[in-house]
């Protein structure tokens, strides 16, 4: 079956510009996560989903970032302002389960 | 705070020989623990899980090891192949409400030929 999938694969934006990243979960999983990884680096929480509960934005570094889901599958992650700093791959996962999380292939993108 | 790590941050190994992956987690809350494995450009993939009432469980060629006592989990991979060349992540759920986990730095494999 399908995997969860995320657009665009690579992004390149300039500095001070808004971006916005898309997450398609697996159909039926009602978990969905954002992480950010860079390079050579271990994956950073950023936020969780899970059904209608309010979701866990813990993880989430500044304002800057926001993150939406919507109807329950969807999410679009949100950065305004981008910084330098800001350049990452970005990854989702959704889950059936509070454990076991299936990873997009993730978003790279790049802040000039 | 709480932390996953990893003794090793790269292991390179001979293919055809068995290769060991070890992981140090410090919470002693956690109650699951998951492997997952990253090829280049591509998002983690799930290998194997394990709960804290076990201390052994084995998949395909890989098998996990769970010590309680010392807080130390390994992943084990038998006849390692080229295509096991990937960073290897331990990552730990200590039951928390957000269901988030908590991911080593990784450990990078290679396999010589």
């Known amino acids: 079956g399908a995997g969860v999938s995320q657009s665009p694969s690579n992004k390149v934006t300039e500095k001070g510009k808004d971006v916005e990243l898309r997450c398609d979960p697996i159909?039926?999983?009602?978990?969905l996560y954002w992480y950010r990884q860079s390079l050579g680096q271990g994956l950073e929480f950023l936020i969780y989903f899970q059904g209608n509960s309010a979701p866990d934005k813990s993880g989430l570094p500044s304002d800057r970032f926001s993150a939406e889901r919507t109807g329950g599958s969807v999410s679009t992650l949100t950065i305004q302002r981008t910084q330098q700093e800001d350049s990452a791959v970005y990854l989702c996962a959704s889950s059936a389960l509070v454990d076991t999380q299936y990873f997009g292939p993730g978003t790279r993108l790049t802040v000039l | 705070g709480e932390s996953v790590g990893l003794h090793l941050p790269t292991l390179s190994v001979q293919e055809g020989d068995n290769s060991i992956i070890n992981c140090a987690y410090s919470n002693s809350a956690s109650d699951y623990f998951i492997w997952y494995k990253q090829e280049s450009g591509k998002g983690p993939q799930f290998i194997i899980d394990i709960r804290s009432n076990m201390d052994k469980r084995q998949g395909q060629r890989v098998t996990v090891l769970l010590n309680k006592t010392v807080k130390h989990l390994s992943l084990q991979i038998a006849a390692t192949q080229p295509g096991d060349s990937a960073v290897y992540f331990c990552?730990?759920?200590?039951?928390?409400?957000?269901?988030?986990?908590?991911f080593g730095k990784g450990t990078k494999l290679s396999v010589k030929p």
């Open positions: 990552a730990e759920n200590y039951g928390g409400s957000q269901g988030n986990l908590i």
């Open positions: 159909s039926g999983h009602t978990a």
